[in-house]
């Protein structure tokens, strides 16, 4: 049995507004432009190797929306940064950890099982000669990542199963890294 809970209109379950997200999904049905999203993300350089990102908009259906975010970006100081944020690969595995749990607690919340705990961790290697330079074989990035998921709730394993194989599916952050996609770098120079 699920619990959840109910706050004047609004029915949460695992903290997810479910009525909100239903309308959303109705929404996205009948008109396909409205799932249309833009994000936005600028870095600007601080010092040695810290930047700092600047979330200042977000776009959807259409609309903008303001979104005033700073995202603090340094290397360890074994790399020559000052070690007093995450680094760009921290970033990049707490991204994806943090689309995946907002996915698998999305999809419990609609499918109506309740969760108690949810953990995702990442991990994987990057070789330092290939981010370096100093091999051109090897390459800057990662090679592989492990994901788990660990997942505590009322539900039957075989729910979680087929929960976790839609979070797989449906996760914009694990399609974009796992996937070719276009980048187009250009640079511009100001005088």
């Known amino acids: 049995m699920t619990v959840a809970t109910h706050l004047g209109r ?10 909100d997200l239903r309308a959303l999904i109705d929404s996205v049905r009948r008109r396909p432009a409205r799932a249309l999203t833009r994000w936005r993300v600028s870095n600007s350089w601080r010092s040695r190797l810290r930047s700092s990102g600047q979330v ?3 776009s959807v259906g259409g609309r903008t929306q303001r979104r ?11 790399l020559g940064g000052t070690d007093n944020f995450a680094n760009p690969q921290e970033y990049l595995l707490a991204a994806l950890n943090a689309c995946l749990t907002f996915r698998f607690a999305t999809l419990c919340a609609l499918e109506g099982l309740e969760i108690h ?23 800057p990035g990662y090679a592989g990542l492990e994901t788990t998921v660990r997942v505590k709730g009322s539900a ?5 199963r ?3 194989d839609a979070m797989l599916a449906t996760s914009p952050t694990l399609h974009t890294i796992t996937q070719p996609i276009a980048v187009r770098p250009r640079l511009v120079v100001t005088g």
């Open 156 to 160: 039957p394993d075989e729910a979680f």
């Open 117 to 139: 705990r949810l953990d995702v961790s990442t991990e994987g290697d990057i070789d330092l000669r290939g981010l370096l330079g100093v091999d051109p074989a090897v390459a």
């Open 10 to 19: 609004r029915s949460y379950l695992n903290g997810v507004p479910i009525h």
């Open 68 to 78: 005033p975010f700073e995202i603090e970006v340094d290397q360890p100081s074994e």
């Open 162 to 164: 087929r929960i976790f």
């Open 56 to 58: 200042d908009v977000f």
